[in-house]
Each structure stands twice: as C-alpha cells, then as structure tokens.
C-alpha cells in the first residue's frame, strides 16, 4: 500500500495539522511517512498545502506531481490540484470553500461537508479533524487508534483533554463524507 495525498486550503485551517497527524499516524502503525509542507508568507488565509506519503514500502522521493489523493478546501486549491489527481484517483472536497465544483468524471469526487459539521459541533477548531475522518473513511491508510496516538504525540499536554473531541469529529466525518454522483 502507498498513497500519495495532497492536502490543500487556507491557512489557518488545519491543513498543515492534519497532514502532520496523518503522518504521525503513519509512524505509530509502523508505516514509511513523508510530511512536506508548503505555504505562503501570509500563513493564515494565504494559501497552504501539505504532501504526504504514507507506504508499507521504503518511499524513494517525497517529490510529487500526481496524487492518489488531493483533499481541497478552497477555491484555489481545486483549481491548482484538481488536474493533478491520478486518473482513477480520488478527489475529496468541502462544500464551504468550493463556488465551482470538480468536473473531472476519470476521478472519484466525494463532499465533506466538515465546516457545517464543525458548526454543529459547537467548535470550528475540529474542522481539519472532520475532514481526516472523511479522508480515512474513503482511504484507510491508518487507524483510528494511530490517529489518536499521533494526537497525544503531537499536541502540548495542556490540549490532550481535547483530544475525545477530536477523536468525535474523526468519527462524524467518516460519517458525512459523500460520493458525488
């Protein structure tokens, strides 16, 4: 197994948050990870996108021009990576940030509505948590139980109380997650 993701949206979205917990996932289940960040100098609402790879398999190049996966929360992140997923590749987005959406039919589309979601939720902070649980739901690349250990591993202590609630919106957006049709 080895699935290469790009993840994309503004900052201050959990972007390069979640590609780090996808990552650390990765390395709690044994698995060969890159996390490869990128983003402008605005940090928060300029654009930001991270690459991950995870692999059973040692990972030549964290480079990429193709993804099996591109997870896209904005405007301009759809128009920048939608072209660049594999065809047969998967392509997953929230319908927050989207005015036009995906148009390619060699790719599968699913919709994450993880902003409402978050709402909901009473904490918009558990955005990028939603989203992950509907990355996972469609791309099992690791468990449930690696996430949670990439969470006590990754946040300061004085946040670990919050990690039930992330673990919630881990599991409402493996339940929101929807393939377009």
């Known amino acids: 197994m080895k699935k290469e993701i790009i993840i994309s949206g503004f900052g201050g979205q959990g972007v390069l948050s979640m590609g780090k917990i996808l990552a650390y996932s990765g390395l709690m289940e044994d698995k060969e990870v890159t996390w490869m960040p990128a ?4 940090q928060r609402g300029g654009t930001a996108n991270v690459t991950v790879i ?13 993804f099996d996966i591109a997870v ?3 405007q301009p992140s759809l128009e920048k990576f939608e072209s660049k997923v594999k065809p047969g590749g ?6 927050y940030g989207i005015i036009n959406p ?6 599968t589309v699913y919709r994450i509505d993880a902003m409402d979601k978050a709402a909901g939720m009473k904490d918009g902070k558990v955005f ?6 509907g990355l996972l739901q469609v791309a099992p690349v690791v468990s449930d139980e690696g996430v949670e250990k990439a969470l006590y591993k990754t946040l300061p202590e004085r946040h670990h109380a919050l990690i039930p609630l992330n673990m919630e919106a881990v599991k409402a957006g493996r339940e929101i997650i929807r393939k377009e049709e």
């Open 39 to 42: 983003y402008g100098p605005e």
């Open 90 to 95: 998967v392509l997953i987005y929230d319908s």
């Open 54 to 66: 995870v692999s059973d398999a040692k990972i030549s190049s964290p480079i990429l021009s193709s």
């Open 128 to 133: 990028n948590m939603i989203v992950l649980g």
């Open 72 to 74: 896209v929360l904005n």
């Open 102 to 107: 995906p148009t390619r039919k060699d790719i």
